[in-house]
């Protein structure tokens, strides 16, 4: 069973920054796409940042948070980071981490953090 665990949100002022982490673990044999989603209050869960590793390794990031939000992952990819900064009041949500992997016990499957909240006011 994998497991994703996410820490790192809290209260922030406009123009702040936040750096959110997700560690995974279970017994992953392969990773096909890890990344972060967000859920704001009355809206639909989208997607902010994700790599796509059956594509490249190359991030892509939603519209609306290009040039301030950066992932990253650890050596092992097994750990997920986003950094954001210039944090604006329409980033208030619950941050999910996200990641479609490969279990010997389910095969190739979705799998979802609990979300961490971040909220950016004055």
């Known amino acids: 069973q994998v497991q994703l665990v996410e820490s790192g949100g809290g209260l922030v002022q406009p123009g702040g920054s936040l750096r959110l982490s997700c560690a995974a673990s279970?017994?992953?044999?392969?990773?096909?796409?890890l990344g972060w989603y967000r859920q704001a209050p009355g809206k639909q869960r989208e997607v902010v940042a994700i790599?796509?590793?059956?594509?490249?390794?190359?991030?892509k990031y939603a519209d609306f948070v290009k040039g301030r939000f950066t992932i990253s992952t650890d050596n092992n990819g097994l750990t997920l980071y986003m950094q954001m900064n210039n944090l604006k009041p329409e980033d208030t949500a619950i941050y999910y981490c996200?990641?479609?992997?490969?279990?010997?016990?389910?095969?190739?499957?979705?799998?979802w953090g609990q979300g961490t909240q971040v909220t950016v006011s004055s």
């Open positions: 996200y990641m479609d992997a490969y279990t010997r016990a389910r095969g190739r499957d979705e799998y």
């Open positions: 279970g017994k992953i044999l392969s990773i096909y796409n």
């Open positions: 790599i796509d590793t059956d594509i490249d390794t190359s991030p």
